[in-house]
T-cell receptor, first 115, second 111 residues
Framework: NAGVTQTPKFQVLKTGQSMTLQCAQD?????MYWYRQDPGMGLRLIYYSASEGTTDKGEVPNGYNVSRLNKREFSLRLESAAPSQTSVYFCASSEGPRGYNSPLHFGNGTRLTVT | EDQVTQSPEALRLQEGESSSLNCSYTVSGLRGLFWYRQDPGKGPEFLFTLYSAGEEKEKERLKATLTKKESFLHITAPKPEDSATYLC????????????FGKGTKLSVIP
């Protein structure tokens, strides 16, 4: 039982390049999330998906797009990477919808550096 | 605006030296408080959910408590494998929900 799997684990981009971060969960959860974690800051929500085909902006959505491909997969795309997007990105899932006391299950992150 | 403050930022303990981590919060309408453990290079791992003041939960050497303004994570007789960053997150709101994470406390347990 893998839980939440993220790929790639590491990535280096040049400013202006694009890339997609992949995330898949095998826990049959409806809700999925993308967070970023920066030094000296708490985890911040980028986007949320309550179910297949639905997405909502979080606290810091600018510069990102997402796709909920099916119940298992939720991808995050950077169309034109900027140095400010250098961060560690975490995908998470939860059994209940956002706002319910369902704990988040996190993947092990993608460490992205934009030069 | 919801605020979650964790203290101290870092804590070094000798093996067996008990202590507490603090998570203080200012939110509108607490729905739940979560504790997570994060190891280096890994994602956060869920530990506890607390719902109301006075509630306590335990797991091995960890005990989490909740008051109306703060939560404590008590670590009894810690071992080196308890070394990690501990994150607190608060769920608040009614209708429009907000999950706010603290910056974490980095715990180092020295043998």
């Amino acid at each position: 039982n893998a839980g939440v799997t993220q790929t790639p684990k590491f990535q280096v981009l040049k400013t202006g390049q694009s890339m997609t971060l992949q995330c898949a969960q095998d826990m049959n959860h409806n809700s999925m999330y993308w967070y970023r974690q920066d030094p000296g800051m708490g985890l911040r929500l980028i986007y949320y998906s309550a179910s297949e085909g639905t997405t909502d902006k979080g606290e810091v959505p600018n510069g990102y797009n997402v796709s909920r491909l099916n119940k298992r997969e939720f991808s995050l795309r950077l169309e034109s990477a900027a140095p400010s997007q250098t961060s560690v990105y975490f995908c998470a899932s939860s059994e209940g919808p956002r706002g319910y006391n369902s704990p988040l299950h996190f993947g092990n992150g993608t460490r992205l550096t934009v030069t | 605006e919801d605020q979650v403050t964790q203290s101290p930022e870092a804590l070094r303990l000798q093996e067996g030296e008990s202590s507490s981590l603090n998570c203080s919060y200012t939110v509108s309408g607490l729905r739940g408080l979560f504790w997570y453990r994060q190891d280096p290079g890994k994602g956060p791992e869920f530990l506890f959910t607390l719902y109301s003041a006075g509630e306590e939960k335990e797991k091995e050497r960890l005990k989490a408590t909740l008051t109306k303004k703060e939560s404590f994570l008590h670590i009894t007789a810690p071992k080196p494998e308890d070394s990690a960053t501990y994150l607190c997150a608060v769920l608040s709101g009614a209708g429009s929900y907000q999950l706010t994470f603290g910056k974490g406390t980095k715990l180092s347990v020295i043998p």
